[in-house]
């Protein structure tokens, strides 16, 4: 996984919220076997209409989206997460992330981040006055900053040590296997075994 | 202090546990099915990886799958990759699969819990949002992206930080012709679709012991539309009957019952937060709009989005209608549907089948519309079958379908076209969910038969 300390680009202001993971990536979509060539399924039936925020020029080559609230609710599909880094997004900032979405954007390297709505609609209005605008976005400071204005955000220790260290996680656990050994000798035998049949 | 039967769970299954850190939580049981599991191979592949524990894991094939002509090649070709694709994965690192035509086939959360393998007080995981069905069983069972699938072939864990928790307490009597769908639909209505964020939701009260096991997954089920990743259900006399003689019920039966009956909340726990329902007043419930929390009484009519104060709300009530081609003031029964769809895994199990059976009987449904029957897996067409409940669809006019998914998620043919309205058992109406351009209104068994028959929304009540 890359490391991500900060990151600098222009914003997508996406005005919608409830933006549901079959919005983002529709499950025909999602048939491939591999991680990469989800960009064309990325808000598939909202691309059909050519006045959607995604078709406009002087949006084309933002790295940044903000979007309404309850952002990526719906399905655990991680596909969701990959068209947009297909795309070509590094951060999307929200009021509020769905639970399964906001754990596969940091475990691929997706930053997500939660700000205040009255902060995501200043965003809005600042980016739509001009789409070129720079925004700056800082993990290790945990601040997003455009113009004159400067955002913190919240976000766990060590979450952010990974995304900043671009660890991965099962290279991590595996460093536990003495703890999960340990734990396999102790559990109930009468758990299930889905090899052994017992009636 | 007390527990809550949640955090019993968690503190039964951490590995590991430090300052700072997320819990290391071991998993009991690892589902999987084609569609979030290649990359995840591939992973292991590439790291030159093992299946840590393929004893603990299960593969079938379900979202992509036909439900006619399963005896022929996948027509579709990029379908047929991925269920190839998982055939090869499971042969290569030896986990057991269930594929089409076999017996054990069907949606991954109707098998699990049939197979005896969705047991109290265990950790289940699938790639698959809707994993929050097994918590009928008292177990904590939730959704993970395709990473976590790969870190839990490798590993048999994930580090999980504690979720809050949330009681919903359902007390009173359901009225006939009210289901547990009505229930949840009424709850998600109630919390909204991010109301369940970052909890585990602990159904309890008279009105939740009072259902049966299969209306009990039902609720579970769609807690992740209430944006909880796990939704459960303290165990009773009913789960453990429900798993007794299954094939995977424990052999060392009274151990495990031991241990199952201390899966409660204790007396002198608390939840984070409390909700009530009143189960009494709770009608037949459908959605009219393009999330699970825009929902209202089949009684009442499409809300007047000008009449919600919240701005968020109402500009989504507004797009929402847009994109339903409905107008506010409409009775909702007065909407005309296309296609009904019985089956997915909210209600694709043999006690949905036989109360839409029981409506059906002796009746035909309307021209105007087509039905769809999809049972949830293939054990469970069979016994439908052995009850002569086919031959009652058929003869009602309607499909009688192979198991899968199929309209939930319009991956298969099985999809709505543009414009087309259906009333559905499924759990999600988002845009486009089951077909492009397609309108799903989310309604119980009971009333998708009823509409069935009738070509507009209705409950028995109206027949």
């Given at each position: 996984m890359e490391k991500f300390v900060t990151h600098v680009g222009t914003a997508l202001p996406l005005r919608r919220s409830n933006v549901d993971t079959d919005q983002i990536i529709p499950a025909v979509y999602l048939k491939r076997v591999t991680r990469s060539g989800f960009e064309d399924g990325l808000f598939a039936a909202w691309r059909k209409d050519p006045e959607f925020v995604l078709?406009?020029?002087?949006?084309?080559?933002?790295?940044i989206l903000v979007a309404g609230v309850d952002f990526g609710t719906?399905?655990?599909?991680?596909?969701?997460?990959?068209?947009?880094?297909?795309?070509?997004?590094k951060v999307v900032i929200s009021s509020r992330f769905a639970d399964i979405f906001r754990g596969n954007s940091a475990k691929g390297g997706l930053l997500t981040i939660i700000v205040p709505q009255k902060d995501v609609e200043a965003m809005w209005d600042a980016i739509e006055q001009n789409p070129a605008l720079p925004i700056t976005v800082n993990l290790d400071a945990r601040n997003v900053s455009y113009g004159d204005v400067t955002v913190a955000f919240d976000i766990d220790d060590y979450t952010r040590w990974r995304l900043m260290e671009g660890l991965d996680d099962i290279g991590l656990t595996l460093k536990s296997l003495d703890f999960i050994d340990k734990f396999e000798k102790s559990r109930a035998s009468f758990k299930p075994n889905t090899k052994t049949l017992n009636h | 202090m007390g527990k809550t039967l949640a955090e019993k769970i968690w503190q039964e299954h951490v590995v590991r546990s430090a300052q700072g850190e997320p819990d290391l939580i071991y998993i009991d049981l690892h589902l999987i099915h084609e569609v979030t599991s290649p990359q995840a191979f591939d992973g292991l592949r590439l790291a030159g990886r093992p299946v840590h524990r393929p004893d603990l894991t299960i593969a079938t094939e379900d979202h992509n799958t036909p439900t006619q002509n399963i005896d022929q090649p996948i027509a579709d070709p990029v379908s047929k990759l991925q269920v190839d694709t998982l055939r090869k994965n499971c042969a290569e690192f030896g986990v057991r699969l269930h594929s089409l035509g076999d017996i054990d086939q069907g949606i991954v959360h109707v098998v699990g819990p049939q197979l005896g393998l969705t047991q109290p007080g265990m950790?289940?995981?699938?790639?698959?949002?809707h994993t929050s069905t097994h918590g009928a069983f008292g177990a904590l069972a939730f959704g993970i992206g395709t990473s976590e699938v790969e870190h839990v072939l490798a590993t048999q864990t994930l580090p999980l930080v504690r979720p809050k928790t949330m009681a919903i307490n359902v007390e009173?009597?359901?009225?006939?012709?009210?289901?547990?769908?009505?229930?949840?639909?009424?709850i998600i209505a109630k919390i909204g679709t991010g109301g369940g964020q970052g909890y585990v939701l602990e159904y309890r009260g008279s009105a939740i012991r009072a259902?049966?096991?299969?209306?009990?997954?039902?609720?579970?089920?769609?807690?992740?539309?209430?944006?909880?990743?796990?939704?459960?259900i303290a165990p009773d006399e009913k789960t453990f009957e429900y798993i007794k003689g299954k094939p995977h019920a424990p052999s060392n039966w009274d151990e495990a019952l031991a241990y199952w009956g201390t899966l409660f909340t204790d007396k002198d726990a608390t939840f984070d937060v409390e909700i009530s329902i009143n189960a009494d007043e709770l009608e037949p419930f459908v959605t009219w709009g393009t999330n699970p929390g825009q929902g209202a009484p089949l009684n009442s009519n499409v809300p007047d989005p000008s009449a919600i104060a919240d701005p968020e709300a109402r500009g989504a009530a507004e797009r929402a209608l847009v994109y339903m081609d409905l107008k506010a003031g409409t009775p909702l029964k007065n909407i005309a549907i296309d296609?009904?769809?019985?089956?997915?895994?909210t209600n694709g199990r043999i006690e949905d089948l036989r109360v839409a059976a029981d409506v059906l009987k002796g009746k035909k449904i309307s021209k105007s519309l087509r039905m769809l029957v999809v049972p949830g897996s293939a054990r469970v067409r069979l016994q439908a079958e052995s009850e002569g409940l086919d031959k009652v669809f058929i003869d009602a006019g309607a499909e009688w379908r192979q198991a899968g998914c199929s309209m939930c998620l319009g991956m298969n043919p099985d999809q709505l076209a543009?414009?087309?309205?259906?009333?559905?058992t499924s759990n999600r109406n988002f845009e486009g969910r089951q077909g492009k351009g397609g309108?799903?209104?989310?309604?119980?068994?009971?009333?998708?038969?009823?509409?069935?028959?009738?070509?507009?929304?209705?409950?028995?009540?109206?027949?």
């Open positions: 078709n406009k020029d002087e949006f084309k080559k933002a790295t719906g399905s655990s599909r991680e596909h969701a997460v990959w068209a947009l880094q297909n795309y070509g997004f | 950790t289940i995981v699938c790639g698959d949002s009173g009597a359901l009225k006939s012709g009210v289901s547990s769908k009505d229930i949840i639909l009424a259902l049966s096991m299969e209306s009990r997954m039902t609720v579970c089920n769609m807690s992740i539309e209430a944006g909880a990743r796990a939704g459960l296609t009904v769809f019985l089956g997915s895994c543009v414009g087309e309205r259906s009333a559905s309108r799903t209104h989310l309604v119980s068994p009971l009333v998708a038969a009823a509409t069935a028959l009738r070509g507009t929304l209705s409950s028995p009540a109206d027949l």
